[in-house]
Structures are given as C-alpha cells and as structure tokens.
C-alpha cells in the first residue's frame, strides 16, 4: 500500500526509523509474532554501506532490527547480507584474519564478495553462545505456535505444523524412534519425541530439574510431569542485589560495568573512572545517552553512566586512556547499576525503588 516510514540512503536514520515503527507498530499487531525484522529497500543507502544493523539487539522492541539494501539481482548474495545482519542481531562482531569456516567466504566477513556466503565462522559460534550466555534474549525462549506457520504442511520438512505431532524430516532421515516419520504421528505408547521434559519418549517425572539457576539472578525450573516442554524461564525480581551489591537483576542478569568491559573488549579491561564518563555531556562527538533521527543527544550530568560506556585496561599507569566503541553495542546495558540504590532505565539513572 505504501512506505509505513520514509526511507531515507542516511542509513542510520532509516534504521531508527524502522526500528522506532517495529515498537510502535509491527509488535502492536498480535498476529505478527516475531522477535525480529528486517527491512529490504531498493534505495540506496549511502557510502558503500548494504547492510547495517544494531549488535546484540535480538528481542529489543526498538533495536532487534537491521536494513538490507537490495543490492544485486542475485538473490542469494541479499540473503547473504541478510544473514549478516541477522548475525550481528546475534551478537556476532566481523570476522578477523583468525576466523575461518569451510568455505571460501564466511557470512560475517567485513567485505562482500562475489559469491555467496552459507557458513558461519568459528568466531561467530563463540561469539553468539557467548550472547545468548551473557544476554540470555528471553523471546528465543517462547516457541513459535503452530499457527505462525503459513506455509502448508508438510510431513518430513523437520516442523510441526498443523496437524502433526511431530516431525523428524523423511523416514530416510529420521533417527527418531519416538516419532512415525510416514505419518508425523507419535509412536503408539510415546508422549513426545522431543523436549527437555521429554526422555525415552515419556515426560519426566515432576520436579525434575530441566533448567539450573545460572546464577544469583536466576531461579531454576522443573519438569511439571504434563508436557514434554520446561517451563517458561523464570529468574528473580528485578532490582534485587547481585554479586556481593555490585549490581542489580534485571531480567535474569547482573548488570556490571567492568563485566560489560570485558564482554566487549576483552579480559584485560575494566569500568573507566568518573571523569572518561563525563563525556557523555556531550562535549565531543562521540559520548552521548541517545540517538534520534542520527543526532546524539547528550546525557543529563545524572544519568553519564547510562550512555555510551568507557573502559580502560586493567594494567594501571598515571595515563587514563578512556576506551571506548563507537557502535550501538557499545552503550552501558539497561538495568545496569549507576549509583548507590540506582539503576539504568531508558538511558537514565533512575531509583531501584521506582524503576521496576
């Protein structure tokens, strides 16, 4: 019918655009479940730029979002670059020269090539476990519904679709003894085929341990003796301590700055000083709390420490080096703690009280 935004070649405009339009009203509509969106323009966008896509954003309204330029007439070189960006959603920085994969290019090279990209990269696997382990994106958790399925059904695509209990692809491939791979019917005598609730085609026994307490945020979750599948994840309330009072939870995590550091800029890094944080007022070009229509807008002297995020090596010295990553990943996470009794919501330092 027509452009629900105005798309514009200044790509990072356009991806706040369409990012602020998913919020607002792609996720408004119940019957258009997904925990991300991507956006295929014929405008081109500007520099030599195809792609572009927020890092480590899957799940977030706002940013789990990324814009492909429809770049080539071969569709599997914009699939490629889509498969990129997704990756970068993922938490999936580019390749370096010591990553490699069984192909002549991987997806997340920094450079495009001429040939398409199928395989992820050895620095991508570690890299996207590492997301999912600090991140822990909640909505990867609720499994689709059989109804989010528009495609017809068909027995043997390794999906349950409507009117299947299960799926283990052809009777040539299923390995699956729990499931009739003729029919995409449960065995006789079988409760399910798969599940962490799930063994020897039987649920477990309720109170079974499916899910352990990662850690002082988390709580852990048992089999109900009812259904092949462990219940939704669950963790302790928002604003409770964490780590010895270094920080807050905040949906399942504990938020540090130093561990932020260290996530993204490795282990030898740790939380700069108050006065690298100062930059966040907006006195250069790269410190700021947010971004709208590609303009910084710099923090309140309150909320410095819920903008961009400073390090520094841990090593010392008299010299303060304040580092930091000029990318939408590189800004301090919501939740984190930015003063005594005070948290990060919405790019501001606001009471753990009131917060949540």
Known sequence: NKDKIKVQSAQNVTLDLFGRWRETDLLANPNRRNDNAQLLTG???????VGFGYVGSLCEPRSSVAIVQDHSKTASLVASTMAHELGHNLGINHDTASCNCRAKSCIMSP????????????CSYDQNLRYFIDKRPQCILKKPLITDIVAPAVCGNYF?????????????????????????????GAQCESGECCEQCRFKGAGAVCRGARDDCDLAEHCT????????????????????NQGYCYNGTCPIL???????????KKVAPDICFDNNLGRNNYGYCRQE??????????????GKLFCISGSGGKKITCTYINSPEGMVDPGTKCGDGKVCI???????????
């Open 225 to 244: 003796g009812q259904s092949a599948e462990c219940p939704t994840d669950l963790f302790q309330r928002n604003g409770l301590p964490c780590q010895n």
């Open 111 to 122: 450079t495009l090539g001429y040939e398409p990209s199928y395989q992820f990269s050895s």
């Open 160 to 188: 349950v679709e409507a009117g299947e209990e299960c799926d283990c692809g052809s009777p040539r491939n299923c390995q699956n003894a729990c499931c009739n791979a003729t029919t995409c019917k449960l065995q006789p």
């Open 43 to 49: 405008i081109n966008l500007n520099g030599q730029t």
């Open 293 to 306: 229509q590609g303009v910084n807008i710099p923090c309140d002297p309150q909320d410095v420490k819920c």
């Open 346 to 356: 919405n790019r501001r330092c606001v009471n753990v009280q009131t917060a949540y």
């Open 258 to 268: 130093t561990k932020q550091c260290i996530a993204l800029m490795g282990p030898d």
